[in-house]
């Protein structure tokens, strides 16, 4: 059983002075409520206004948070991160402020940490998540793609209603990306080095104001982060995906050459097999390199 010595909220926010209010009064009233074992646990909310042209800093102060303030806008995984610095708590909630996430199961993630998981997620259900078909299946796309690099179900890879412990999460803080795909890029980092993650179903609400989200660019930006943490976590695992894809090409040139006959196929089926062995050689190749780099990382650790 994990001991806390207390909680700190963080919240980035952009432009969202009609919601963040609520917000803060809702995780104040819940936390407050909340015990957390023998006694209160005491708690801090953090606000990062990201460079907000609106009210958002001063009503979050209004409503009692600490407010850190960039002067432009740089990012939700930028936010995130300098909340997550400026934490006074080793356990660390993070939360839209746009009232999307039901505050009241915060207590559920805490239960999950405080039993020993290193980070609890709320997977979010309901219509207002599915939303548009377009949207769904990019998301489909990019939950198979960490799946299967992770070899784990995952619920949902980018909700960004969390617990962890702020300790295990900095050392990952290079590899995290400074956009909206911060959460899939954290989630990435925790499951491909043996940390243990919980998630529990939330209902998704109806946002206040508008979204902040740039659909197709930021899937993209998403799926660059993801291949580039594969790359440095398990490369042979993308190398040999290169590798069958290979493979698969060639079966396709033999079964063309096969039925029409033309030789070309053939041939070109020879060299894509070669180009398989090639792209297995290289990924066996770049996991020696990263095992030496881990090596040396934690002999530096022990000097």
């Given amino acids: ?32 409520q909340w015990g957390g074992g023998e006694g209160k646990t005491p708690y801090e909310i953090i606000v990062i206004d990201d460079g907000s ?15 850190v303030s960039h002067p432009t806008n740089a990012g939700y995984g930028r936010s995130l991160k300098d909340g997550i610095i400026a934490a006074k708590y080793d ?18 993630l805490l239960e999950k940490y405080l039993a020993g998981f290193d980070m609890a997620v ?30 784990k179900k995952i619920p949902d890879i980018n909700s960004g209603f969390r617990v962890f412990g702020k300790k295990e999460a900095l050392p990952f803080f290079r590899h995290l ?25 939330t209902e998704y609400y109806a946002r ?47 079964v063309l050459t096969a039925t029409t006959g033309i030789l070309l196929g053939y041939n070109i089926g020879v060299f894509s097999i070669f180009g398989s062995f090639i792209m297995l050689g290289l990924g066996l190749l770049a996991e020696q390199i990263r095992q030496l780099i881990v090596s040396m990382n934690d002999r530096k650790g022990e000097i």
Avoid at 6 to 17: D, F, R
């Fill in 208 to 254: 206040v104001g508008s979204s902040k989200v740039r659909l197709f660019s930021d899937s993209l930006r998403t799926i660059g982060y993801v291949m580039r943490q594969i790359l440095y976590f398990d490369p042979l695992k993308i190398f040999i995906l290169f590798s069958a894809s290979w493979l698969f090409f060639a079966f396709w040139c033999f």
């Fill in 1 to 32: 059983m994990r001991e806390i010595n207390g909680i700190s909220v963080v919240i980035p926010a952009l432009n969202e002075q009609d919601a963040i209010g609520s917000t803060i009064a809702d995780i104040a009233q819940i936390l407050d």
């Fill in 53 to 67: 042209q609106d009210e958002t800093a001063a009503n979050a102060a209004n409503a009692g948070a600490k407010v």
């Fill in 122 to 151: 709320g997977a979010r259900t309901g219509d207002r998540y599915r939303q548009s078909p377009f949207k769904s299946v990019l998301r489909f796309l990019l939950k198979s793609l960490v799946e299967w690099t992770t070899g």
């Fill in 91 to 108: 356990c660390v909630a993070m939360c839209d402020a746009d009232g999307t996430y039901p505050i009241k199961d915060l207590p559920l």
């Fill in 177 to 201: 990306c400074d956009t909206f795909s911060f959460t899939t890029s954290i989630t990435l980092a925790y499951m491909m080095n043996g940390l243990f993650v919980a998630y529990i179903p």
